[in-house]
């Protein structure tokens, strides 16, 4: 029996966390999920929001994911992020000024259809990372 959870959390860009850890808490589409070790089989859709990583009772890390999906498997847990921001060099204005872009964007489309969609998902992108520093 293993004691530590295996996590890994990798964007198009890079890999954000290769953990050995205690538990991960992360934003499931259907709610907030708590993955601990050996953990029952899952593929989970991820809504935008806030991961934290826990060793023993603290949570040691947390990072933004934009959306994306989330697999656990014998072998431990991967969670394939749209975007991911590690949230401790990230500061509380820049969240607040990629809201205010994304909503005077989202002013601008006039029309139905994909580019509005676009613009409403980073509305709500930008609205859980300004919520993610309260």
């Known amino acids: 029996m293993a004691d530590k959870l295996r996590f890994e959390l990798v964007s198009p860009e890079r890999v954000l966390a290769s953990d050995d850890c205690d538990m991960v ?7 907030d999920l708590g993955i601990l070790v050996e953990h029952s089989p899952l ?6 929001g806030v991961v934290e990583i826990y060793q023993g009772d603290k ?5 933004f994911v934009s959306g994306g999906f989330a697999e656990v498997n014998p072998k431990g847990c991967i ?5 991911g921001i590690p949230l401790d060099g990230f500061a509380k204005a820049e969240a607040e000024r990629r809201l205010d872009m994304a909503k005077r964007d989202l002013a601008d489309v006039t029309e139905e259809g994909p580019v509005k969609d676009r ?7 930008a609205e859980a990372l300004v919520a993610a520093f309260a």
Not at 43 to 48: D, F, I, S
């Open 25 to 31: 808490v992360m934003p499931g589409e259907e709610g």
């Open 43 to 48: 593929v989970a859709l991820l809504r935008p």
């Open 59 to 63: 949570i040691e890390k947390r990072l």
């Open 79 to 83: 969670l394939l992020a749209e975007e």
């Open 119 to 125: 613009a409403e998902h980073a509305v709500k992108v």
